[in-house]
């Protein structure tokens, strides 16, 4: 087996180019936590007798008993509304995934991280390959409803790839910056956990955003919202402006920035404080 990278678990302050350093020596380890990844899917549906058919088969049925429920409470009929809440739904449990999961990215992995000394960026590959993997499962509800009820597809569908891309990308930087922080503050995963039902509310999730009226461009500047138009968007066909790109891109730039910072801050002590 490949022999690990060592990563020098040494006090005070990183710099930028250790943080670079990390990421790069994290990539070359992809081995390990692929085959981390691997054992988090098993041990997710172990001893279950249809295996991982059961992350399908979950959102299905929270898909169909809100379809079913909503399409009636905001009179739209059930071809129009099905699609909308099904490429929505899943979108949004792979982004709330990620920030649910992202305090525990190093907490989790107490056992490997003090036993055994790789480069931190790992637990990070390794918590954003799950979740895509487990997105990819889900993805195929979104599949068979779209053929269901015959959605046209444009040139357009091709920006959806890069929208989950974007997604991915956030989301390794949100799992360094809540990671670190939950590491030493332990307080941060219990109020990410507070903060998602609201953000799922606050997200047009399951309803319009042009159902606020005169207010809908408040949602306009919600990241989330813009991160989930470039996925659900180009799967319904629809046309999509300049402004979700500008909206996620300099979204990207902050948390980069700010993972960067907390890097720094906290990079080399993390080890000390699982």
Request: proline letters at 4%; one cysteine or more; a positive charge.
């Amino acid at each position: 087996m490949k022999q690990l990278p060592i990563y020098e678990a040494t006090a005070g302050r990183s710099h930028l180019i250790d943080g670079l350093k990390d990421i790069r020596e994290g990539l070359e380890s992809r081995a390990i936590w692929r085959e981390l990844v691997r054992r988090d899917l098993y041990n997710k549906t172990k001893g279950a007798s249809l295996g991982r058919w059961w992350i399908i088969i979950a959102q299905a049925i929270a898909i169909s008993g809100m379809g079913f429920v909503y399409a009636e409470l905001f009179g739209i009929t059930l071809a129009n509304y099905l699609p909308y809440l099904a490429t929505g739904l899943v979108t949004w449990g792979f982004m709330i995934s990620l920030i649910n999961e992202a305090p525990d990215v190093f907490t989790a992995s107490k056992g490997y991280l003090t036993q055994t000394r790789f480069p931190l960026s790992v637990c990070v590959f390794r918590y954003v390959t799950r979740n895509v993997m487990t997105f990819l499962y889900k993805a195929s509800i979104i599949v068979v409803v779209l053929v269901l009820f015959r959605v046209p597809f444009g040139w357009s569908v091709f920006v959806a790839p890069l929208g989950i891309a974007l997604i991915a990308l956030a989301g390794f930087f949100i799992g360094v910056i809540l990671g670190l922080l939950n590491a030493r503050y332990r307080d941060i995963g219990q109020l990410v956990s507070s903060l998602s039902v609201f953000l799922f509310f606050m997200t047009p999730v399951f309803w319009r955003a042009d159902r606020l009226g005169e207010y809908s461009w408040i949602v306009q500047y919600n990241p989330l919202y813009n991160f989930l138009v470039l996925v659900r968007s180009p799967l319904l066909g629809e046309q999509i402006s300049y402004w979700p790109f500008l909206m996620t891109g300099c979204s990207i730039a902050a948390l980069a920035l700010l993972a960067m910072i907390t890097y720094r801050v906290y990079g080399r002590e993390v080890i000390y404080w699982l």
